[in-house]
């Protein structure tokens, strides 16, 4: 069997497996509304879901829309997002973005990921997740730093760039399941192969992983400076 035939296998039954361990996996972001989810996948970079779900309540009463989020003083952005890091940027892109869908996009979140990037604040990693979860449309792979440790380890990319890893992951997953793997592998990656101590002898990929039992990549212990959005 060629590699690549081999590969694409052998990502179907991670695929399956992963389906089995996470029945229930979802998207951890607490939303009401596309511009909402839209703004809580901004201020997730470079910080935990379970953050952002503090933050985002009075956030979201304040500035429940674009057009009020668009309106705000960037200060009070900036006070509210604050514990999630890098606050400055992050209410910048978001209030910039905002405006740009107000006056653009009639205060209404485009549904092409071609319109999305076009937002400030916004690559293809919260372009995906904003068309997966609040329009149902599969355009990619969301890539975050969990789908890239793992599927490193797990011998489906040798990529580190994550466009790179999204071509090559949209060719092996069906396209209905594009989102599916992700968020579970993003469990997987919280609850089991951590990216300092991965704890191969109790996970049920084990023997689909090259990686097992090596220790950590090299790759996977150097953290990045910036995390895609």
């Known amino acids: 069997m060629p590699r690549s035939s081999k590969r694409k296998q052998k990502a179907l039954e991670l695929l399956s497996r992963l389906e089995q361990l996470y029945p229930d996996a979802t ?8 511009v909402q989810l839209l703004v809580a996948t901004i201020l997730s970079a470079q910080c935990t879901d379970e953050r952002v779900n503090l933050v ?3 956030l979201f009463a304040q500035f429940p829309n674009a057009a009020l989020m668009a309106g705000a003083e ?33 205060g209404e979140v ?25 329009f149902g449309i599969n355009a990619g792979v969301t890539v ?12 489906l990319t040798k990529h580190q760039e994550p466009v790179k890893i999204e071509r090559d992951l949209m060719g092996l997953i069906p396209q209905a399941d594009w989102e599916n793997w992700s968020i579970r592998l993003i469990y997987h990656g919280r609850a089991v192969c951590m990216a300092r101590k991965p704890s191969c002898d109790s996970c049920t990929l084990v023997d689909l992983c090259p990686s097992a039992g090596q220790g950590v990549p090299q790759h996977s212990k150097k953290s990045s400076k910036r995390k895609q959005n």
């Open 27 to 34: 998207c951890s972001l607490n939303y009401e509304t596309p």
């Open 56 to 58: 985002t309540p009075a």
């Open 74 to 106: 960037r200060e009070e952005i900036e006070t509210l997002v604050r514990s999630t890091g890098f606050y400055r940027n992050k209410a910048k892109h978001i209030q910039q973005a905002c405006h740009k869908i107000v006056t653009d996009f009639g």
């Open 110 to 134: 485009p549904q092409q990921m071609e319109l999305l990037l076009t937002l400030p604040g916004v690559a293809r990693k919260t372009a995906n997740v904003v068309l997966a979860h609040a």
């Open 144 to 155: 975050d730093t969990h789908v890239k440790r793992l599927t490193n380890r797990l011998g």
